[in-house]
T-cell receptor
Framework: QKEVEQNSGPLSVPEGAIASLNCTYS??????FFWYRQYSGKSPELIMS????GDKEDGRFTAQLNKASQYVSLLIRDSQPSDSATYLC????????????FGTGTRLLVSP | DGGITQSPKYLFRKEGQNVTLSCEQN?????MYWYRQDPGQGLRLIYY???????QKGDIAEGYSVSREKKESFPLTVTSAQKNPTAFYLC????????????????FGPGTRLTVL
């Protein structure tokens, strides 16, 4: 079992729709969770971080964490073609200095 | 501008040749990291360093070497012992948390794309 799993996609949504990206992780000791966006040929850029169960909203983005079920999701409201990218989920065991484990990413395509 | 710079953007290596990838940051971060990304795969950790003159192997350190002589710089050498070096190489940096409860978000440089000829 992979430590961090994501559906590779592509996930196709029309412009203006809600895109839902999911990530599951195997280590129950994980405490810190990150979503990075990576455009083709570019480096990852941080979108959201979440540490507590529940929802965290930042503009059009909402991260949702459920530690009991070991999943974290990212919702993108009012999806735009510029949101088309690969979204990487990353998980860290504890707060403090620990290795960050990445999923393979979900490719999102937003069609005009 | 504060940030992380990597050079060169593209690098071509001949068989049996060592090459060095540069990574510099002016974010005053103590920790620096090197990752490798292959098509369709996630990022895999090569080496990391929490402090000057100290570094640790990551998951795929074989065929690579690093140095950390300055806080701002963490160069990666891809040696001839690395049999499949063609990949996208990413450098990242973060703070080193003073204790539990403080997280260390990693920020990435623009990357170096290495191709073996």
């Amino acid at each position: 079992q992979k430590e961090v799993e994501q559906n590779s996609g592509p996930l196709s949504v029309p412009e203006g729709a809600i895109a839902s990206l999911n990530c599951t992780y195997s280590d129950r000791g994980s405490q810190s969770f990150f979503w990075y966006r990576q455009y083709s040929g570019k480096s990852p850029e941080l979108i959201m971080s979440i540490y507590s169960n529940g929802d965290k909203e930042d503009g059009r983005f909402t991260a949702q964490l459920n530690k009991a079920s070991q999943y974290v999701s990212l919702l993108i409201r009012d999806s735009q073609p510029s949101d088309s990218a690969t979204y990487l989920c990353a998980v860290k065991r504890d707060t403090g200095f620990q290795k960050l484990v990445f999923g393979t990413g979900t490719r999102l395509l937003v069609s005009p | 501008d504060g940030g992380i710079t990597q050079s060169p953007k593209y690098l071509f290596r001949k068989e049996g040749q060592n090459v060095t990838l540069s990574c510099e940051q002016n974010l005053n971060h103590d920790a620096m990291y090197w990752y490798r990304q292959d098509p369709g795969q996630g990022l895999r950790l090569i080496y990391y360093s929490q402090i000057v003159n100290d570094f640790q192997k990551g998951d795929i350190a074989e065929g690579y070497s690093v140095s950390r002589e300055k806080k701002e710089s963490f160069p990666l050498t891809v040696t001839s012992a690395q049999k499949n070096p063609t990949a996208f190489y990413l450098c990242a940096s973060s703070i080193v948390p003073p204790g539990l409860g403080v997280t260390d978000t990693q920020y990435f440089g623009p990357g170096t794309r290495l191709t073996v000829l």
